[in-house]
């Protein structure tokens, strides 16, 4: 019995890091359905934001102290960020953005753009990454400019929770320059998107030439023996 604990502990222990990036799918799941079925439930969600966002940042810290980093942590990692990311602000634009209808229509229009174009290139992103991966071309951890536009997004869903909880909670007005800052993160964060998808395309023709010399080479190896 001591044995079996000790064994269930060990693979606990190796497995948290992909534990808490599970936590934060359940998490992200949770909160999607909490703005569907109960959108007056703005406080809580922030909530439920906070701690996905929280996930994020230990998964990975945890893995790198234990050292049990692993190409599936890595994959499981990006698909939690996504499946967080790209329907929050979704669900945001779809179920919220009538909160902003009394400020400049044109300033709202182009922020529902701006996500909407964010939500487009993380879909791409996503499926890049996961062909590339599955065809050996990529590494599993995500490049620089990926892990930059997933706290830029991050910073969009939690400044727009805030504004919302004043709005609705504490019936407290919008401040024009809340929202002139969600516009100009949701700029920053659609560049370092477009420079996140290129940088895999740019690491998937590098591979795919590596390969291909590979390749050659040992076709004129085989030739000569």
Same mark, same amino acid.
């Given at each position: 019995?001591?044995?079996?604990?000790?064994?269930?502990?060990? #693979?606990? @222990?190796?497995? /948290?890091?992909?534990?808490?990036? =599970? !936590?934060? +799918?359940?998490?992200?799941?949770?909160?999607?359905?909490?703005?569907?079925?109960n959108?007056?439930?703005?406080?809580?969600?922030?909530?439920?934001?906070?701690?996905?966002?929280?996930?994020?940042?230990?998964?990975?810290?945890?893995?790198r102290?234990?050292?049990?980093?692993?190409?599936?942590?890595?994959?499981?990692?990006?698909?939690?960020?996504?499946?967080?990311?790209?329907?929050?602000?979704?669900?945001?634009?779809?179920?919220?953005?009538?909160?902003?209808?009394?400020?400049?229509?044109?300033?709202?229009?182009?922020? #529902?753009? @701006?996500?909407? /174009?964010?939500?487009?290139?993380? =879909? !791409?992103? +996503?499926?890049?990454?996961?062909?590339?991966?599955?065809?050996?071309?990529?590494?599993?951890?995500?490049?620089?400019?990926?892990?930059?536009?997933?706290?830029?997004?991050?910073?969009?869903?939690?400044?727009?929770?805030?504004?919302?909880?004043?709005?609705?909670?504490?019936?407290?007005?919008?401040?024009?320059?809340w929202?002139?800052?969600?516009?100009?993160?949701?700029?920053?964060?659609?560049?370092?998107?477009?420079?996140?998808?290129?940088?895999?395309?740019?690491?998937?023709?590098?591979?795919?030439?590596?390969?291909?010399?590979?390749?050659?080479?040992?076709?004129?190896?085989?030739k000569?023996n």
């Amino acid at each position: 019995m001591e044995e079996l604990i000790k064994n269930i502990k060990q #693979k606990l @222990l190796e497995n /948290l890091a992909n534990l808490i990036t =599970f !936590l934060r +799918l359940f998490i992200s799941i949770w909160l999607l359905i909490t703005a569907w079925c109960n959108p007056e439930q703005i406080i809580f969600m922030a909530v439920l934001a906070g701690l996905a966002i929280l996930t994020d940042f230990l998964d990975g810290k945890i893995a790198r102290e234990l050292e049990k980093m692993s190409k599936f942590g890595a994959a499981l990692d990006q698909l939690g960020d996504k499946v967080f990311v790209m329907p929050s602000l979704g669900i945001l634009v779809c179920k919220y953005g009538w909160v902003m209808n009394d400020l400049n229509s044109k300033l709202v229009n182009f922020i #529902k753009a @701006l996500v909407v /174009l964010l939500i487009f290139v993380e =879909f !791409l992103q +996503l499926i890049a990454w996961w062909i590339f991966f599955l065809g050996r071309k990529l590494q599993a951890q995500s490049n620089y400019w990926a892990k930059v536009k997933t706290f830029g997004a991050f910073g969009v869903i939690i400044i727009w929770l805030i504004l919302l909880v004043l709005e609705i909670e504490f019936k407290r007005p919008v401040i024009q320059s809340w929202i002139y800052l969600i516009a100009f993160t949701l700029i920053i964060t659609d560049i370092l998107a477009f420079a996140a998808l290129k940088t895999y395309y740019q690491d998937y023709v590098e591979q795919t030439k590596i390969d291909k010399d590979i390749k050659e080479k040992r076709g004129k190896e085989k030739k000569e023996n």
